[in-house]
């Protein structure tokens, strides 16, 4: 067997598996129904309740935590545990959604009667046209019936990979519909690099008394001590009411040192001031700015470090260094 040849076939039918429900979605029947589901559940004032056995059961708790990650809030409950008392957790205001490729999957029944019963709006993903389930349904996304990655055509693979591109789908256009932003996404991903992130550069960055600046009429020596003391590598130049005009580097300084190796050094240490050495108008960022953006325009300007400014004054720094090894990415 060519090992190689089989992944790549794999693949190609995953990708013809995709391309078939692209192609279906152009079907006034599967666009009504994904309207219909979008609309119930935007105006849900409950949660979204996902459910599946098998593989549809595993695509249904990552489903189920994408919709809760993204501002939608959702649980997955287990078929066998709502027949044995979790059914009291659903209620009418409520939107269920139930994932089955058959569409006659007998542990969803209890699930789907009592929806049915109770008012519970219901949504299916399936691949069972003229199925219990999809008949039952209020918004029944009809999925094409494709071939299964799988030799004989029986392994849940290339139609578990379609409920889940479809289930995301629906998650990003909600996410879209509620204008979901990168701010939100801080709130439900406090932890990890995600978190980090995420996170405002005014809740990392350095502050106070940390925070390295100068007046514009200090000698270079003032600028080089300050440099030495805080460790960032750079100091803000600042106006007599505070205003940042530029900064100065290390390598700044150093540079300024090669070419005036002539000089006495209390010559050059004294008898420049701050102003003729800084760089005005440098790169800054505001206090929202979220870490990841910051890492970018730092990476992107090739800077190891930029003043956090509020009101033209600077109020912190943030470092490349720092960022990294917090984990943004």
């Not at 990650?69 to 649980?75: N, R």
């Not at 390295?212 to 590598?233: C, F, N, W």
């Not at 300084?253 to 001031?273: F, I, P």
């Not at 206090?287 to 953006?293: G, K, M, Y």
């Amino acid at each position: 067997m060519d090992r190689h040849a089989s992944i790549l076939d794999a693949i190609d039918t995953n990708l013809s598996g995709l391309q078939a429900v692209k192609n279906a979605l152009g079907a006034p029947k599967l666009s009504a129904a994904l309207d219909k589901a979008l609309i119930l559940i935007s105006e849900m004032e409950g949660r979204l309740i996902v459910a599946g056995v098998g593989k549809s059961g595993l695509i249904g708790r990552k489903l189920a935590a994408t919709f809760s990650s993204t501002g939608t809030p959702a649980y997955f409950v287990h078929p066998a545990e709502a027949s044995h008392g979790d059914l009291g957790m659903i209620h009418s205001q409520d939107v269920v959604m139930l994932l089955s490729w058959s569409g006659e999957t007998k542990e969803l029944s209890d699930l789907l009667g009592y929806a049915r019963r109770f008012g519970v709006p219901v949504i299916s993903i399936t691949g069972g046209v003229n199925s219990t389930l999809a008949r039952s349904s209020d918004a029944p996304l009809v999925l094409p019936k494709v071939t299964e990655v799988c030799p004989h055509n029986l392994a849940p693979t290339t139609s578990t990979l379609l409920q889940l591109a479809v289930g995301d789908a629906l998650a990003i256009t909600l996410l879209k519909m509620k204008g979901f932003t990168e701010e939100s996404f801080r709130d439900f991903h406090p932890g990890g690099k995600l978190g980090a992130a995420l996170t405002p550069v005014q809740d990392i960055m350095y502050k106070g008394t940390d925070v390295p600046t100068i007046a514009s009429d200090a000698p270079i020596i003032e600028a080089l001590g300050e440099i030495s003391q805080k460790t960032l590598g750079i100091v803000g130049v600042t106006n007599k009411d505070g205003t940042l005009l530029g900064v100065i580097t290390d390598g700044d300084v150093r540079r300024y040192l090669e070419s005036n190796s002539e000089r006495s050094m209390k010559d050059a240490l004294w008898g420049t001031h701050a102003r003729s050495l800084m760089t005005p108008g440098s790169v800054s960022l505001e206090p929202e700015r979220l870490s990841a953006r910051a890492l970018h325009i730092l990476q992107s300007n090739k800077i190891s470090a930029a003043f956090v400014v509020e009101n033209d004054r600077p109020v912190g720094v943030v470092t490349l260094i720092q960022l990294l090894t917090l984990g943004v990415a």
